[in-house]
């Protein structure tokens, strides 16, 4: 039988055979495995109550306690509906009525994206956590998360960011605002800067936590 001219054998037939096959079963269970990987949950719904529902790609089917939650997931809560989620080990978010969010990425413990489409939330990072750097989109501007509880979405008239502990800033029309403990700002439409912060009532701060459930 002829040989290379370096001297090596030729590898024998079954040999070859066996690593085409091999090719060819990586070919087919590559984008399986894509699929797979992108699918990693982020979280999982711990409560729903009244109409909430998951919206992946373009099935949509009603939130159930425990479903998991994956990225660009969005939860949509209807009229007088609410929901609690769990991002990770530590990180809850509350959704009031016609809400809906969507989770753009999200690594646990890390940080990630998220985008509110309308409605109001509740972002809650517990005291003594380590910090995670969120950013949540919306069309009254960015707001700039760094481990904190907050309330978002319309109240009396305007939308309007409120934070309980922590800190966050609000960027819209070229105007930037720090947000601290107890402060709120409000914004009025989606071409208007934020307001100075002001110092919330307790009154008002009672409505916002309502209109999520809390």
């Known amino acids: ?53 998951r919206r992946r790609d373009k099935a949509v089917e ?7 939650l994956i990225e660009r997931d969005a ?6 509906s609410y929901a609690e989620l769990r991002l990770g080990a530590a990180t809850r978010v509350f ?19 998220l985008e509110l489409g309308a409605g109001r939330m509740v972002f809650d990072r517990p ?13 009254f501007g960015m707001i700039g998360v760094r ?3 907050f309330f ?18 609000v960027s819209n029309a070229g105007v930037v605002q720090t947000v601290r403990p107890g402060q709120g700002v409000d914004v009025a439409s989606p071409n208007a800067p934020p307001t100075d912060p002001a110092e919330w009532g307790q009154a008002r701060i009672e409505e916002a936590y309502a209109s999520v459930g809390l």
């Open 1 to 53: 039988m002829p040989r290379p001219e370096n001297g090596s054998a030729f590898l024998p037939r079954s040999t070859d055979r066996r690593s085409i096959l091999t090719g060819i079963v990586l070919l087919f269970a590559a984008p399986w495995l894509g699929s797979a990987r992108a699918a990693t949950a982020l979280g999982r719904a711990v409560n729903a109550r009244g109409s909430v529902e």
């Open 62 to 68: 009603r939130l159930a306690v425990g479903a998991p």
């Open 75 to 80: 939860v949509v809560t209807g009229r007088k």
């Open 95 to 113: 959704l009031g009525g016609e809400t809906e969010l969507v989770i753009d990425r999200f690594v646990a413990e890390q940080g990630g994206t």
């Open 127 to 139: 005291e003594g956590e380590s910090k995670v750097d969120m950013e949540l989109r919306t069309a």
């Open 147 to 149: 481990g904190t509880k």
């Open 152 to 169: 978002c979405g319309p109240s009396r008239g305007a939308f309007a960011v409120f934070v309980e502990h922590g800190e966050v800033v």
